[in-house]
């Protein structure tokens, strides 16, 4: 079958597009940039990719005629606190419109569980959006999913953050509430298993775990499964503002993402039928089945993709790209170089920093400074990166974006997502000398950026100066 997969460079997509690949389909990746789809060449000799905004207006001829099915799984949710739902709604109906003179017979679409009659607006979104895509030219299957689990998910990341970093917890009332969670595992089971079955055609199935947990018991398993004890404390004087700062500041959150999952976990998710287990012979894992799973894949440096990776993660949410040519005049600049010896090691050296490597000079002063940037609202370290020694453009790295990440022509260039009075860029490049070059450049913002910059030009001397001989080291 040719398949088109929107959303192929998010969690759900890139963890989809290897299986659908391996069931021998021919795969039509649709995403905003085609820079940013973080694939190996192995893959990317497979793959179609086409470049596709849905919430521009439709282009013809851009989506091929001769598909055969479709995967829905665009969201807007993280972009914006208050018009998401108009974000997602446009996105559903240009798609529609996309499709319109294709061959397409059937659209699968991964939804949420939205059985509690007093639904937030993110899940009234998602059904929304089911009854807008019911109105395409295709037969539509709807999968509605509980919380997913697994490595790099959001629930997972945010679980974990609270669990490692908070024993003691004092809590809102919301994590009371009753969920029905997923593992990503069984996520992948069913996104396959319903493609091209007519018996799934113009129907909407939940599909969850065999577990009804509240979040504090979610919080609670996870800390046994890691064996520990954490200690929770409800208390009903949190309101959903001051929740949504208490995830932001605790976890890798970003703020509008805190602020529309704590709308959401108000309302139960709860499966009410299990007539696609059934139908598929699927038997879902328990909720300590897949925390197992997930920390099985993180040991072994196998996460596939992470939520922290999405451009809402930090400060953009597009045009990346026009910040790759770095900027030569109206900017100050630390720059650095050095003589090696060994380039493949040290390039190996340049492709493994940040996350836990660090930064091989004055961590302590890299934490600070994420902390620092965390209480103004910045996006801190606490990103951390999903693979210790691969990157593709548009990675999150900590408080740096990747905007590019060329490995033959041995070079690696970072955008600053901190909150700055300006604009900051890192690049590390090899030339055909063996010598290392490390420049950072600052393009100041008035005069509030200049004096930023001047302020911390000494610990430019000992940060940049240790960071290109910690690199160097083979």
């Given at each position: 079958?040719?398949?088109?997969?929107?959303?192929?460079?998010?969690?759900?997509?890139?963890?989809?597009?290897?299986?659908?690949?391996?069931?021998?389909?021919?795969?039509?990746?649709?995403?905003?940039?085609?820079?940013?789809?973080?694939?190996?060449?192995?893959?990317?000799?497979?793959?179609?990719?086409?470049?596709?905004?849905?919430?521009?207006?439709?282009?013809?001829?851009?989506?091929?005629?001769?598909?055969?099915?479709?995967?829905?799984?665009?969201?807007?949710?993280?972009?914006?606190?208050?018009?998401?739902?108009?974000?997602?709604?446009?996105?559903?109906?240009?798609?529609?419109?996309?499709?319109?003179?294709?061959?397409?017979?059937?659209?699968?679409?991964?939804?949420?569980?939205?059985?509690?009659?007093?639904?937030?607006?993110?899940?009234?979104?998602?059904?929304?959006?089911?009854?807008?895509?019911?109105?395409?030219?295709?037969?539509?299957?709807v999968l509605r999913a509980g919380i997913i689990v697994g490595s790099g998910s959001s629930s997972f990341e945010i679980i974990r953050d609270l669990c490692e970093k908070l024993p003691f917890m004092i809590t809102p009332k919301w994590v009371l509430t009753k969920t029905q969670p997923i593992a990503i595992r069984d996520i992948i089971?069913?996104?396959?298993?319903?493609?091209?079955?007519?018996?799934?055609?113009?129907d909407s199935f939940d599909i969850a775990g065999p577990d009804v947990l509240t979040y504090k018991q979610m919080l609670q398993q996870y800390a046994k499964a890691r064996g520990f004890k954490n200690w929770i404390v409800t208390v009903p004087?949190?309101?959903?503002?001051?929740?949504?700062?208490?995830?932001?500041?605790?976890?890798?959150?970003?703020?509008?993402?805190?602020?529309?999952?704590?709308?959401?976990?108000?309302?139960?998710?709860i499966a009410e039928d299990k007539r696609l287990e059934k139908l598929l012979g699927i038997t879902p894992h328990t909720y300590a089945e897949a925390i197992d799973m997930a920390f099985k894949k993180i040991e072994q440096n196998l996460v596939v993709s992470s939520w922290k990776d999405s451009m809402v993660s930090g400060r953009f949410t597009k045009d990346l790209e026009k910040y790759i040519q770095v900027p030569k005049f109206g900017v100050l600049k630390d720059e650095q170089k050095k003589q090696i010896t060994d380039p493949e090691?040290?390039?190996?050296?340049?492709?493994?920093?940040?996350?836990?490597?660090?930064?091989?000079?004055?961590?302590?002063?890299?934490?600070?400074?994420?902390?620092?940037?965390?209480?103004?609202?910045?996006?801190?370290?606490?990103?951390?990166r999903t693979h210790p020694d691969k990157l593709f453009p548009g990675d999150a790295l900590d408080f740096w974006r990747v905007l590019l990440a060329d490995k033959e022509g041995k070079r690696l260039l970072l955008f600053a997502e901190m909150k700055l009075p300006g604009e900051a860029w890192l690049e590390f490049k090899i030339d055909e000398n063996n010598v290392l070059h490390q420049t950072a450049t600052f393009r100041p913002r008035g005069l509030r950026g200049r004096l930023y910059w001047y302020s911390i030009v000494p610990l430019h001397y000992f940060i940049f100066g240790g960071m290109i001989r910690g690199i160097s080291k083979t």
């Amino acid at each position: 079958m040719k398949i088109l997969l929107t959303g192929a460079n998010g969690y759900i997509g890139m963890r989809l597009l290897p299986q659908l690949l391996e069931m021998g389909h021919e795969v039509v990746c649709v995403v905003r940039d085609a820079e940013r789809l973080s694939v190996d060449q192995e893959i990317l000799a497979k793959i179609e990719i086409i470049e596709v905004d849905f919430l521009k207006d439709v282009e013809d001829g851009i989506v091929p005629k001769d598909i055969d099915a479709a995967y829905f799984l665009i969201h807007s949710m993280s972009n914006s606190t208050k018009q998401f739902d108009e974000m997602e709604a446009t996105t559903a109906r240009n798609f529609n419109a996309y499709l319109q003179n294709t061959k397409v017979k059937q659209v699968i679409y991964l939804s949420g569980i939205v059985n509690d009659n007093n639904l937030s607006k993110h899940l009234w979104s998602r059904k929304n959006v089911e009854e807008i895509l019911y109105k395409g030219p295709f037969e539509l299957t709807v999968l509605r999913a509980g919380i997913i689990v697994g490595s790099g998910s959001s629930s997972f990341e945010i679980i974990r953050d609270l669990c490692e970093k908070l024993p003691f917890m004092i809590t809102p009332k919301w994590v009371l509430t009753k969920t029905q969670p997923i593992a990503i595992r069984d996520i992948i089971y069913f996104l396959t298993g319903v493609l091209g079955n007519s018996k799934t055609y113009n129907d909407s199935f939940d599909i969850a775990g065999p577990d009804v947990l509240t979040y504090k018991q979610m919080l609670q398993q996870y800390a046994k499964a890691r064996g520990f004890k954490n200690w929770i404390v409800t208390v009903p004087i949190m309101t959903p503002k001051l929740s949504s700062y208490w995830l932001y500041f605790v976890t890798s959150t970003s703020y509008k993402l805190a602020l529309n999952l704590v709308d959401s976990m108000k309302v139960e998710v709860i499966a009410e039928d299990k007539r696609l287990e059934k139908l598929l012979g699927i038997t879902p894992h328990t909720y300590a089945e897949a925390i197992d799973m997930a920390f099985k894949k993180i040991e072994q440096n196998l996460v596939v993709s992470s939520w922290k990776d999405s451009m809402v993660s930090g400060r953009f949410t597009k045009d990346l790209e026009k910040y790759i040519q770095v900027p030569k005049f109206g900017v100050l600049k630390d720059e650095q170089k050095k003589q090696i010896t060994d380039p493949e090691a040290v390039l190996n050296n340049i492709w493994s920093i940040g996350g836990t490597q660090g930064w091989y000079y004055g961590n302590w002063l890299w934490k600070i400074r994420g902390f620092m940037d965390k209480l103004i609202g910045g996006v801190g370290l606490r990103r951390g990166r999903t693979h210790p020694d691969k990157l593709f453009p548009g990675d999150a790295l900590d408080f740096w974006r990747v905007l590019l990440a060329d490995k033959e022509g041995k070079r690696l260039l970072l955008f600053a997502e901190m909150k700055l009075p300006g604009e900051a860029w890192l690049e590390f490049k090899i030339d055909e000398n063996n010598v290392l070059h490390q420049t950072a450049t600052f393009r100041p913002r008035g005069l509030r950026g200049r004096l930023y910059w001047y302020s911390i030009v000494p610990l430019h001397y000992f940060i940049f100066g240790g960071m290109i001989r910690g690199i160097s080291k083979t």
